[in-house]
């Protein structure tokens, strides 16, 4: 059971527990995913990740559509099998099938069959593969029962694998003084140390405890050319109802400084291919996917003189 669990994605589909069959093991000559990024239980990147334990549901970001796979029963189509490895011969081939499936959500369901709008039951599907819309966040059953061609009598028990539709990751800055914009005045030499800056944040998910952002900094024409890094895939604290955190980077020079997020993403989010929230799209009263940053020259005035009176 192990090694069919490990070897049953099929095309990078989701796997739709079916262990009321008798099942042969998937092909080799199928397109697996080694690290196992998207094996139903996990919905994780890497199974060592702490942040991912093992879960018996699958997760995924609403408003995405995911493909989910069975295996048939191999004894109702034995020819849809290699009958000397027992791999699959072609996963897209329904022609040596010879049963039929008939899949559905629960009675109040959060998806969408097949990308139909308002479908929520497909009764003797053809192939064993389907695509499902998640719309709307909540916890649904999808359901899937096999009945043979030879007699519809002769069903399959039921088979079903509860589905977590959860919320896309977001992010926004959030305000300083009433504003998405600060500045400092700050001596040379503290200027040419590297004055490290946090910017302030608000970051969602419902998958774990952080998400993964990219920014841009863009600075003033006229500011030097000594400029932070962009970030790609920087790791900030986050959850369901929003947690604050900043985003600290050092700068070296005098100027304005334009910091934009650029994308934001979560573990399940980035298996559901959905991207996430940025500023405006998170909710909030008070948002923005950019943040203005001013470090200012204290004024160095010269000395006062006295002005001869014969001047």
């Not at 899949?103 to 497909?122: D, N």
């Not at 709307?136 to 999808?142: E, K, N, P, S, W």
Request: proline share 8%; net charge neutral.
């Amino acid at each position: 059971m192990k090694n069919f669990i490990r070897y049953s994605l099929v095309f990078g589909l989701l796997w739709v527990t079916a262990v009321a069959y008798g099942k042969k093991n998937p092909p080799a000559s199928v397109t697996i995913d080694a690290s196992e990024h998207y094996r139903h239980g996990y919905n994780q990147s890497h199974t060592t990740s702490p942040e991912s334990p093992r879960e018996d549901r699958d997760s995924v970001t609403v408003t995405s559509t995911m493909k989910y796979f069975v295996l048939p029963d191999s004894a109702v189509s034995p020819a849809w099998y290699n009958s000397s490895t027992g791999a699959i011969n072609d996963v897209t081939n329904i022609s040596n099938l010879k049963s039929k499936f008939s899949w559905s959500l629960s009675v109040a369901p959060l998806g969408e069959l097949q990308g139909s709008s308002g479908i929520t039951s497909q009764p003797d599907r053809v192939s064993p593969i389907l695509p499902v819309t998640w719309t709307t966040i909540g916890v649904d059953t999808l359901k899937m029962r096999e009945v043979s061609n030879a007699n519809v009598a002769c069903g399959g028990t039921e088979t079903k694998v509860p589905v977590a539709v959860i919320r896309k990751p977001a992010i926004t800055f959030t305000q300083v003084n009433n504003r998405f914009r600060d500045s400092i005045c700050l001596p040379p030499a503290t200027v040419a140390a590297g004055y490290d800056y946090s910017f302030p944040i608000k970051a969602f998910t419902g998958a774990g405890n952080s998400v993964k952002i990219s920014y841009t900094i863009t600075p003033d024409p006229s500011t030097a050319a000594n400029v932070p890094p962009n970030g790609t895939n920087v790791s900030v604290p986050a959850g369901a109802s929003g947690v604050s955190g900043v985003i600290t980077l050092q700068f070296k020079d005098y100027g304005e400084y334009t910091v934009t997020i650029t994308a934001v993403s979560d573990r399940i989010s980035v298996k559901s291919a959905v991207p996430g929230d940025l500023g405006t799209g998170t909710g909030e009263t008070n948002q923005s996917e950019t943040f203005v940053f001013t470090i200012i020259r204290p004024v160095q005035t010269g000395p006062i003189y006295r002005i001869p009176n014969n001047y």
